[in-house]
């Protein structure tokens, strides 16, 4: 006979009820901070069902000096095609009807166990546009950073850190012609992981039959880059605060005049960069941190007038490997 495997257990059971009888207030520790990069960014449908054909120029007809009655030759412009792929993240949470049913509260039980899965897909996603490689997974989207995995001193500046306990800071314009998030076209968008409940259902194997209560979360995206300026990153950043090869702001603003920068370009950092710029506001001399507050009164950064996004180490690691 077979049972259910990675699902709820008495044990856990057990553990989100309190010793009143009551449902558990769970402490969501595993929460991360996203940087609202998924908000930050515009969501538009792609032009293909699972890609997005972009076209850019890639010369430009530059005229010829000539002399009366000397014919010149005929000039073109050319275009080059860049093809993004979109992803799919899916799960199911499969619970035993009679667990469920037994809960203190159903629906406070179901809420949070939507909101976990939802959260946990969340800070999939947000990984997968750091890192993703399409180029070594066929099903994943491409990341920013395999897009930007080699120095060039102009759109991926190196802070000269080696080995493999390294960080970056991703800059990234968003908008319609520079970089967006996608989802196919001909399907609708929520810009986020989209939930159905299924209620209680038979779920049917060739071992017999139970009935379950059964969710199901998607999400369908991938990540666009229209204008090859629009992206850029800070890399081999070593952690500590002093020191060779640590964060310096003289890269970072030389990383943002290379790039094509506007009202949606926003940088992306975690906590240990974070930290210190923020160690920076205290410097009388500082001129390029500088503290705000969102349409909520949420506290954050700006560098050189750029708005600052803290993504959890978690996410945004402390652990990537040198790039060269």
């Known amino acids: 006979m077979s049972t259910l495997t990675n699902y709820y257990s008495y044990v856990e059971q057990a553990k989100r009820i309190d010793p009143n009888g009551e449902q558990a207030r769970i402490v ?10 998924m908000s930050d960014a515009p969501w538009l449908p792609s032009n293909d069902i699972w890609v997005n054909k972009t076209t850019r120029r890639a010369s430009l007809p530059t005229g010829q000096r000539r002399k009366l009655n000397q014919r010149i030759s005929n000039s073109v412009s050319r275009t080059t095609e860049i093809m993004d ?51 070594k997974d066929p099903d994943a989207i491409h990341g920013l950073g395999p897009r930007l995995g080699t120095l060039d001193a102009r759109f991926v500046i190196d802070a000269g850190g080696t080995g493999s306990n390294l960080t ?125 507050s969102g349409l909520g009164g949420e506290p954050f950064l700006y560098f050189s007038g750029v708005p600052i996004r803290k993504i959890a180490r978690e996410i945004l690691l402390n652990t990537e490997d040198a790039i060269s």
Not at 28 to 37: A, D, F, K, S, W
Not at 266 to 290: A, F, H, P, S
């Open 85 to 135: 792929v979109l992803g799919m993240i899916e799960d199911f949470c499969d619970i035993d009807a009679k667990l469920v049913r037994s809960m203190p509260s159903e629906a406070v039980f179901l809420s949070g166990e939507v909101d976990a899965f939802i959260e946990g897909m969340g800070q999939t996603v947000v990984s997968d546009i750091l890192y993703a490689d399409s180029n």
């Open 168 to 292: 970056s800071v991703y800059a990234v314009t968003w908008g319609q012609d520079t970089a967006f998030l996608m989802y196919p076209k001909n399907m609708p968008s929520n810009m986020g992981v989209n939930h159905t409940d299924y209620g209680y259902v038979v779920s049917e194997t060739a071992d017999g039959k139970m009935v379950i209560h059964r969710d199901h979360f998607e999400i369908v995206f991938g990540l666009c880059v229209r204008h090859p300026r629009a992206i850029g990153r800070y890399a081999n950043i070593e952690q500590l605060s002093v020191g060779a090869n640590v964060f310096d702001e003289n890269d970072l603003i030389t990383l943002l005049n290379n790039m094509k920068t506007g009202p949606g370009t926003r940088l992306y950092m975690n906590e240990t960069i974070m930290t210190q710029g923020q160690i920076r506001l205290k410097d009388k001399g500082n001129v390029y941190w500088t503290p705000g």
């Open 28 to 37: 969501e520790v595993l929460n991360r901070e996203m940087g609202e990069i």
